[in-house]
């Protein structure tokens, strides 16, 4: 009875870990329905502790009709079945923790992915070699322009801290924010800075306000993505809408 109740504690961290794994993956079918078709060791080994008739292809087990001798060798064979089990249990709880380990770590990327856009406006710039408005000299530019109405909500495109919120003189308010996996990314010319230096955010969370601080023409965001510190097109990353 010890080793069955071990076993049943196995079986039952098992089950929550297959629960958190559907909860991880949105797929709650499938499940296993428990008493359903063919015994399960588990089942035979309860039916026979209960006194239970077990009927298996070919064989009929009643622990009532066994003497003393074939309890013992039925016994020594429940306590081996439930070894085996166990071994098995916990051979499937540690591959189920390794899913879920691969599973947690692609949760956080793709939440760490600067996926939506950071602000509702008009497209004006992209990125690449450009003639520089303010400069009039040909420039890369390191990032996108997304016009707006000033004070316009910018938002985090994904989950990140804050390493920098102040003001630069070509950027003028500036946000830099770190994803993690190598990805940053920058948002300039706001008029407000909602966040400080060293606040975690989440997706969807504003940040900052639409301005026209620093080198700037009229009110818009300048958005850039680095990835492993160099500039990379934002449309990469970014969705549909």
Do not use: C
Not at 13 to 34: C, E, I, P, Q, S
Not at 71 to 93: A, K, M, Y
Not at 104 to 122: E, F, N, Q
Not at 203 to 221: D, E, F, N, W
Request: net charge negative.
């Amino acid at each position: 009875q010890q080793r069955q109740a071990h076993v049943d504690q196995a079986l039952e961290r098992v089950m929550a870990y297959d629960a958190k794994l559907r909860r991880l993956t949105g797929n709650d079918r499938g499940a296993k329905a428990f008493g359903i078709g063919p015994l399960s060791a588990l089942e035979v080994a309860a039916a026979e502790r209960d006194g239970r008739t077990v009927t298996l292809p070919g064989e009929v087990f009643n622990s009532a009709d066994f003497g003393a001798a074939n309890l013992d060798e039925l016994l020594d064979d429940i306590d081996l079945r439930s070894r085996e089990l166990e071994q098995r249990v916990q051979r499937e709880e540690e591959s189920l923790a390794e899913v879920r380990g691969y599973l947690d770590d692609r949760t956080a990327l793709l939440r760490a992915d600067p996926s939506i856009w950071p602000v509702r406006g008009w497209f004006t710039s992209a990125f690449g070699w450009r003639h520089n408005p303010v400069l009039g000299t040909e420039k890369l530019h390191t990032g996108i322009d997304i016009a707006a109405p000033r004070g316009t909500p910018v938002i985090a495109p994904a989950d990140a801290h804050v390493v920098f919120a102040g003001w630069s003189a070509s950027y003028g308010n500036l946000v830099v924010m770190d994803h993690g996996y190598g990805i940053t990314t920058k948002y300039a010319h706001t008029s407000q800075m909602l966040v400080e230096v060293g606040d975690r955010v989440v997706r969807g969370q504003m940040i900052a306000r639409v301005g026209s601080t620093g080198r700037s023409t009229g009110p818009h965001l300048h958005y850039e993505v680095h990835r492993r510190g160099a500039p990379v097109d934002p449309l990469q990353f970014l969705k549909d809408g």
